[in-house]
């Protein structure tokens, strides 16, 4: 009798599993189009309006399903770069496969996150985007580093093999990494905001780049 009641229990088990299982997934499911329907809205408008009502509006969410999900429209605005940086990064990594040389693996990929971010189909998002990284920068530094994680965790990746190859200095890769991308960012910003349509600041990014990562001669103390 014992034993019944134990295969009872675990049967139970197992269907509160399956049960919460699919809460999650249909949770998910709902965040996924808040942060599609954000980034639609930013594209489209501006950051000015991203609003909780056009966000209800475009996902048919009720009010208490998007707090369920989200505290504030800065969680949304995290779960932006978080889903930016992410299928960047996925998608730059497939590009990469093929590259055996480092550095030049490297240059791809500078050039690659400068001129995406300056694409004009996505210029209205963009911009909207940097004026945010700044104030979460001071407000929620943590979690926008998190978010950012992803994408320096490809720049780290791909000075690791320089560092092993002998063709980048000897430094810790993720702290160079994090470099890398601030300087990046920093310029796209820069060029955003001024409204270049050339690109020749990237190859001077490129050219800081590669003489910041490049073996130094010079003697630590």
């Given at each position: 009798m014992a034993g019944a009641f134990t295969r009872a229990g675990r049967s139970q088990r197992a269907?509160?599993?399956?049960?919460?299982?699919?809460?999650?997934?249909?949770?998910?499911?709902?965040?996924?189009?808040?942060?599609?329907?954000?980034?639609?809205?930013?594209?489209?408008?501006?950051?000015?309006?991203?609003?909780?009502?056009?966000?209800?509006?475009?996902?048919?969410?009720?009010?208490?399903?998007?707090?369920?999900?989200?505290?504030?429209?800065?969680?949304?605005?995290?779960?932006l770069f978080e889903d930016t940086m992410a299928h960047g990064a996925a998608r730059?990594?497939?590009?990469?496969?093929?590259?055996?040389?480092?550095?030049?693996?490297?240059?791809?990929?500078?050039?690659?996150?400068?001129?995406?971010?300056?694409?004009?189909?996505?210029?209205?998002?963009?911009?909207?985007?940097?004026?945010?990284?700044?104030?979460?920068?001071?407000?929620?530094?943590?979690?926008?580093?998190?978010?950012?994680?992803p994408m320096n965790e490809l720049i780290a990746d791909v000075l690791r093999a320089g560092i092993q190859a002998g063709a980048v200095r000897e430094a810790d890769a993720s702290r160079l990494a994090e470099i890398v991308h601030a300087l990046i960012s920093t310029e796209v910003h820069r060029n955003?905001?001024?409204g270049a349509d050339d690109t020749e600041w990237i190859d001077d990014l490129w050219e800081f780049c590669l003489g910041g990562i490049g073996r130094s001669t010079r003697r630590r103390r």
């Amino acid at each position: 009798m014992a034993g019944a009641f134990t295969r009872a229990g675990r049967s139970q088990r197992a269907w509160e599993e399956r049960a919460l299982d699919r809460v999650r997934q249909q949770a998910l499911q709902r965040g996924h189009r808040v942060v599609k329907a954000a980034r639609e809205i930013v594209s489209e408008g501006g950051l000015e309006s991203l609003t909780l009502r056009a966000v209800l509006r475009k996902t048919g969410l009720a009010r208490r399903a998007f707090y369920a999900h989200f505290e504030s429209m800065d969680d949304v605005l995290l779960a932006l770069f978080e889903d930016t940086m992410a299928h960047g990064a996925a998608r730059l990594r497939e590009q990469l496969a093929g590259i055996d040389d480092p550095i030049v693996a490297l240059e791809r990929l500078v050039r690659a996150i400068a001129s995406g971010a300056l694409s004009s189909s996505d210029r209205v998002y963009n911009i909207a985007m940097t004026q945010q990284h700044v104030r979460l920068a001071e407000h929620r530094p943590d979690e926008l580093h998190a978010a950012h994680a992803p994408m320096n965790e490809l720049i780290a990746d791909v000075l690791r093999a320089g560092i092993q190859a002998g063709a980048v200095r000897e430094a810790d890769a993720s702290r160079l990494a994090e470099i890398v991308h601030a300087l990046i960012s920093t310029e796209v910003h820069r060029n955003l905001y001024r409204g270049a349509d050339d690109t020749e600041w990237i190859d001077d990014l490129w050219e800081f780049c590669l003489g910041g990562i490049g073996r130094s001669t010079r003697r630590r103390r």
